[in-house]
């Protein structure tokens, strides 16, 4: 595998002007630890959003369940499509925190291989 760092200009990709050997890094262990991090959080958080979404059609299309009335005149499906807005903004912050861990844990993994300990 080529060093992606040799097809970079000098001084790009890095402080202090030095260049970032990403295959070195993709290799750390602790890189490997953070992708599984990732993983493990946004699978499960997508799978959740899916399935919550597309309940509301399938739900509307092929059942009567959501089409009863909760409070007066406004049915269970007007419920749960508000609460498709909230599960959407509730998801936006859990990961806009959570990126905010993943990307300190990046800034060391750079760091740390800047400082040759890769």
Same mark, same amino acid.
């Given at each position: 595998?080529?060093?992606?760092?040799?097809?970079?200009?000098?001084?790009?990709?890095?402080?202090?002007?030095?260049?970032?050997?990403?295959?070195?890094?993709?290799?750390?262990?602790?890189?490997?630890?953070?992708?599984?991090?990732?993983?493990?959080?946004?699978?499960?958080?997508?799978?959740? /959003?899916?399935? %919550?979404?597309? $309940?509301?059609?399938?739900?509307?299309? #092929? =059942?009567?369940?959501?089409?009863?009335?909760?409070?007066?005149?406004?049915?269970?499906?007007?419920?749960?499509? /508000?609460?498709? %807005?909230?599960? $959407?903004?509730?998801?936006?912050?859990? #990961? =806009?925190?959570?990126?905010?861990?993943?990307?300190?844990?990046?800034?060391?993994?750079?760091?740390?291989?800047?400082?040759?300990?890769?």
């Amino acid at each position: 595998m080529a060093n992606l760092a040799e097809n970079k200009p000098s001084g790009t990709g890095g402080k202090r002007g030095q260049s970032i050997d990403y295959t070195a890094i993709a290799r750390s262990q602790k890189f490997k630890t953070l992708m599984q991090k990732k993983r493990s959080f946004i699978v499960p958080m997508c799978i959740f /959003f899916l399935i %919550f979404y597309y $309940t509301l059609p399938i739900m509307t299309s #092929y =059942s009567n369940v959501l089409n009863t009335p909760a409070i007066g005149a406004i049915t269970w499906a007007w419920i749960y499509a /508000f609460g498709q %807005f909230i599960m $959407t903004w509730a998801l936006c912050m859990i #990961y =806009s925190r959570k990126a905010a861990s993943f990307d300190q844990i990046s800034d060391e993994i750079i760091e740390e291989h800047q400082k040759g300990g890769a």
